[in-house]
């Protein structure tokens, strides 16, 4: 990809994020930047294009009319592509974790918390949902099936959306990505290979603003909603009846001019003294309140392992205008026909 050829950067890094996921979620290497026409991975794909399919078409609404159609047999199907998968990764996970366990009885190398792992294999969601149904026996496979699906579907478009943007604006800002180099090079020096750890992510102060300040332009999740259990009253006095669904468009909220002036200038600077003043509701690309993104520290840390490893590495050119960026605001904010740029090698 180096080299003059202007190629999609955001493909490139959603199936780096399907990998992340599948890896950190499941324990599993599926190996999507290799072989991106799996079943399991074009069925992800698709599931997500059903939803707004569906959500856009009333009459798809009822689930007997969806069921029916071709669209709705044919999401039936990558369902069922993504359970089995599901199904037999936590099938094999359980095997796994049973040869570990005599392995480990063998070595006489238990673990304080009393789950036996090899000191070398590293610990997946998936494993902490399976211990936790060793104490509890209400949660059943299907259960953990669901969760970890969920993790699958919330943590892998959404990180991929918000490095794509935060890489493609600094391409269109030079004078931000030579702030962004430089940080790095104080951090790792001219080594660009050896791996990220916990400290250099913690130093990576100038960054987490480039990648908050793209989540201001560019929300991963443009808008959420919520079913009012009661009564609200607006500040000027409109009053919302209980029962209905109130959308909050973030992608919106996040353009107030009143407390980010120049909405539409990608500026980290104003991350750089956070929270000067703002109110915790003016920005919220990780939603807010109890039912906010349970995974926000872990996307944080996502997003800086590997824009990090890319500025290392590259200068990135952008190959198109913003202007010329269709925005798709469906269950993700992401590009209508993707991100466009060249690398340079560093
Ligand atoms: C930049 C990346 C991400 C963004 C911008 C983001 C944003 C959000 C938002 C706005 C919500 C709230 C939806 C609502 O209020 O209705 C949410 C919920 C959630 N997110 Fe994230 N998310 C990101 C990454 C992740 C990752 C990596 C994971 C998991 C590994 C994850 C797991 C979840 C889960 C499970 C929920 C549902 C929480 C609940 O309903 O209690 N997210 N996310």
Not at 59 to 76: K, T
Not at 144 to 161: V, Y
Not at 215 to 242: A, H, M, N, W, Y
Not at 279 to 303: D, H, L, T, W
Request: hydrophobic share 40%.
């Amino acid at each position: 990809m180096e080299g003059n050829k202007a190629f999609d950067i955001h493909q490139v890094i959603t199936h780096c994020a399907l990998d992340i996921i599948c890896e950190t979620a499941m324990g599993r290497k599926v190996f999507v930047q290799q072989k991106s026409d799996s079943e399991y991975c074009k069925a992800i794909y698709k599931l997500s294009e059903f939803v707004v399919y569906r959500q856009l078409r009333p009459w798809f609404h009822p689930g007997w009319i969806w069921r029916l159609s071709s669209a709705g047999r044919e999401n039936q199907k990558c369902l069922k592509i993504v359970h089995e998968f599901t199904d037999l990764v936590i099938r094999e996970r359980k095997q796994e974790r049973i040869e570990m366990l005599k392995e480990s009885k063998h070595n006489e190398s238990k673990e304080e918390d009393g789950v036996y792992m090899n000191s070398k294999k590293k610990l997946a969601f998936l494993d902490l949902l399976l211990d936790a149904q060793q104490t509890d026996a209400t949660l059943t496979d299907k259960n953990i099936r669901e969760e970890t699906d969920t993790f699958m579907f919330e943590g892998h478009d959404t990180t991929s959306a918000a490095a794509s943007w935060t890489t493609f604006l600094l391409s269109l800002h030079p004078e931000y990505q030579a702030k962004v180099h430089q940080e790095l090079d104080d951090i790792f020096g001219s080594d660009r290979t050896r791996e990220v750890t916990l400290a250099d992510l913690a130093k990576m102060k100038y960054l987490e603003c480039c990648i908050k300040e793209g989540l201001r332009l560019f929300p991963s999740v443009p808008f959420i909603g919520r079913k009012l259990t009661q009564e609200q009253v607006l500040d000027d006095g409109v009053v919302l009846p209980q029962g209905i669904t109130v959308l909050c468009l973030i992608y919106f909220l996040h353009r107030d001019f009143k407390v980010f002036p120049n909405p539409e200038q990608f500026d980290p600077a104003r991350f750089t003294h956070e929270k000067e003043g703002r109110s915790p509701f003016a920005y919220v690309p990780f939603s807010a309140g109890p039912r906010n993104c349970i995974g926000q520290k872990f996307a944080m840390m996502e997003e800086k392992v590997l824009i990090s490893t890319i500025f290392r590495n590259f200068r990135v050119h952008a190959a198109e205008r913003l202007e010329d960026v269709g925005v798709l605001c469906e269950l993700v904010t992401r590009p209508e026909a993707g991100l466009h740029v060249k690398l340079e090698k560093r």
